[in-house]
């Protein structure tokens, strides 16, 4: 039974550019949930994604989007790369309607910006 | 604007010590999670907390949510090497299609032999 896995492990960008995360929730997960991890912090939450509409999103620009897809697996997109992007992307699924059940993480997606 | 905020940031500890990590809020949460997370993954899930005045163990490590469902603590007993990496308290607020989490500052702490 495989965890949330995210593509590609690693990127580098350049200032502008625009980027595409992907993500694959766990088995039989329908909620998909972005989070940033900067150096020495906790993760923030960015936006979450439900019936591959957003539900809830968190204090980020709209340069930041995404999208769910019928099999339930998630992009971040995000545009017009800042220096400040450079963070560690989390993603996390869940099932929704099962109470208090938790998040699974992904491993994350380290993104640098040059 | 709802903040966690862990203490200590930071902590270094010889094999064998005990600890508690604090993460505490001014407001209420559905339920409360501990993680572990070591470099280059991503967190872990160590334990959900729900209830206020729960208590949770799992092995050497013992988990309380308080009363008011705001604040938690994680206290580890004879802490081992195997017990470093970066453990972060994350609020969780369950309405309707919403799930967001919010985390802690993190605990960094170190366990020397």
């Known amino acids: 039974d495989a965890g949330v896995t995210q593509s590609p492990t690693h990127l580098i960008k350049t200032r502008g550019q625009q980027v595409t995360l992907r993500c694959s929730p766990k088995?039989?997960?329908?909620?998909v949930s972005w989070y940033q991890q900067a150096l020495g912090q906790g993760p923030q939450f960015i936006f979450q994604?439900?019936?591959?509409?957003?539900?809830q999103r968190g204090n980020f620009p709209d340069r930041f989007s995404g999208h769910q897809f019928p099999n339930y697996s998630s992009e971040l997109n995000v545009n017009a790369l800042l220096l400040g992007d450079s963070a560690l992307y989390l993603c996390a699924s869940r099932k929704l309607g099962a109470g208090n059940q938790p998040q699974h993480f992904g491993d994350g997606t380290r993104l640098s910006i040059l | 604007t709802q903040l966690l905020e862990q203490s200590p940031q930071f902590l270094s500890i010889q094999e064998g010590e005990n600890l508690t990590v604090y993460c505490n809020s001014s407001?209420?949460?559905?339920?409360l999670q501990w993680y572990r997370q070591e470099p280059g993954e991503g967190p872990v899930l160590l334990v959900t907390?729900?209830?206020?005045?729960e208590v949770k163990k799992l092995k050497r490590l013992t988990f309380q949510f308080g009363d008011a469902r705001k604040d938690s603590s994680l206290h580890i007993t004879a802490a081992q090497p195997g017990d470093t990496g970066l453990y972060l308290c994350a609020g969780g607020i369950n309405t309707g299609t919403a799930s967001k989490l919010t985390f802690g500052t993190g605990t960094r702490l170190q366990v020397t032999l």
């Open positions: 994604y439900y019936e591959e509409e957003e539900r």
């Open positions: 407001s209420v949460f559905s339920s």
């Open positions: 088995s039989g997960h329908d909620t």
């Open positions: 907390v729900v209830t206020g005045g």
